[in-house]
């Protein structure tokens, strides 16, 4: 199949996608505006047979007006048809190359990953990609520009999911929720989860540092920040190793002030700040602790939170661990679906749930992408009808 991939910010998700598809003998061609950060060093430049950015720079900034706008992509989809693609895969946040393919693909059918639901984000913190703080600060802009462009975001979910020929999805909890919001045919709809392909595996497994000093070690690897969602997480952690619980991080910090915070954490004995690693190390690395944690806490965020299976989390499965999670319905279905950790409410649940705690890992290879990329390639044959 000739496959033409539209994306606002190429991921982890897509080029894994796109990696396997090429390796099974389909082309498969990239236009996009930009690259995400889990994406932003991978080298994939032998995955696409040909890749060009849409605009001779990213969107961010004042260029952010053009996720708004999908009448200006008019051109790259209509290549689609000229170059004679057999489907257009496209994907959410932002939303707009999604709308534009599904109004000018003419008769190439259209496939729409929805890996975020953009209807489900804080909406202040979605004005402030587009107007500047000074005026976000004004009530009247909020209610007129802010309204404007939050209405505007949602039409282009909606338009999106609705009537493109088929659909992925990041997880059961995310599908569950655009079916309450739209009105799609789930015929044409598949749950695709963010496997890692086996090439990314772990190519050698280390020795469990718990069995050196019979203690806990757990892996906390994740952008560190102190002024998002994971603002909370130095208290939490700092509490585990209050317990005497090794907590070891692995991320890259947001800024100076993150720095700071984080290294003073770390006079705390119980807390180890690893080393940064590339992503092919850093699997072999999770592999000599015990537990992989993934943390949020409860805030205004949590809507959007519900809806996150995160590429982590697919890393520590790789890596032979049990996940301990934060209780957020995608999380939580398929941790109890497959039985490859446990969810826990706050601090004091889960140092009560871990004591103890025996958890046999299915082989992991259950979750390799190779073993279920053969589901997109059905999807694809199935909107060509």
């Known amino acids: 199949m000739k496959v033409l991939c539209l ?5 982890m998700r897509t080029i894994r996608q796109m990696k396997l598809l090429r390796k099974k003998g389909h082309e498969v061609h990239l236009r996009y505006l930009g690259y995400g950060t889990s994406a932003s060093l991978e080298d994939d430049s ?22 708004l706008v999908p ?16 489907v257009i895969h496209t994907v959410s946040m932002s939303d707009v190359l999604g709308a534009a393919a599904v109004k000018h693909s ?48 949602h039409t282009l979910e909606k338009t999106a999911i609705e009537l493109s020929t088929g659909r992925l999805f990041v997880s059961d909890y995310t599908l569950q929720l655009a079916r309450k919001k739209y009105n799609f045919n789930i015929d044409k709809t598949l749950v695709l989860y963010n496997y890692l392909p086996l090439d990314d595996f772990p190519t050698l497994r280390k020795e469990k540092l718990s069995n050196y000093d019979g203690e806990t070690h757990i892996v906390y690897s994740s952008g560190l920040s102190i002024s998002d969602y994971r603002g909370d997480a130095p208290k939490f952690l700092k509490r585990l190793a209050n317990e005497e619980i090794h907590v070891h991080i692995h991320g890259i910090f947001e800024n100076e002030e993150t720095k700071r915070v984080y290294l003073k954490l770390a006079e705390n004995k119980y807390i180890h700040l690893e080393r940064t690693l590339p992503p092919r190390k850093l699997i072999n690395e999770l592999t000599k602790y015990d537990y992989g944690l993934i943390y949020y806490p409860k805030n205004r965020q949590s809507q959007m939170l519900h809806t996150s299976l995160p590429n982590k989390f697919f890393e520590y499965i790789s890596a032979g661990l049990p996940v301990l999670s934060s209780s957020y319905k995608s999380l939580k279905m398929f941790i109890e679906k497959y039985r490859v950790g ?15 705690l025996e958890i046999k890992m299915p082989n992991p290879e259950k979750f390799a992408l190779d073993n279920h990329i053969g589901e997109l390639e059905e999807l694809y044959r199935k909107v060509q009808e």
């Open 7 to 11: 994306h606002p910010a190429v991921s």
């Open 46 to 67: 032998e995955i696409w047979t040909t890749k060009r950015l849409i605009f001779k720079r990213d969107y961010k900034g004042s260029h952010m007006i053009r996720t």
């Open 71 to 86: 009448s200006i992509y008019r051109s790259v989809v209509r290549e689609a048809i000229e170059e004679e693609f057999d």
């Open 106 to 153: 003419g008769r190439v059918p259209t496939v729409f990953d929805v890996r975020e639901m953009v209807s489900t984000y804080d909406e202040l913190r979605l004005m402030k990609n587009y107007i500047p703080q000074g005026l976000l600060k004004s009530s009247i802009i909020r209610n007129t520009v802010g309204r404007f462009i939050i209405d505007k975001l």
């Open 342 to 356: 446990l969810v826990f409410d706050d601090v004091h649940d889960l140092i009560r749930k871990i004591n103890g």
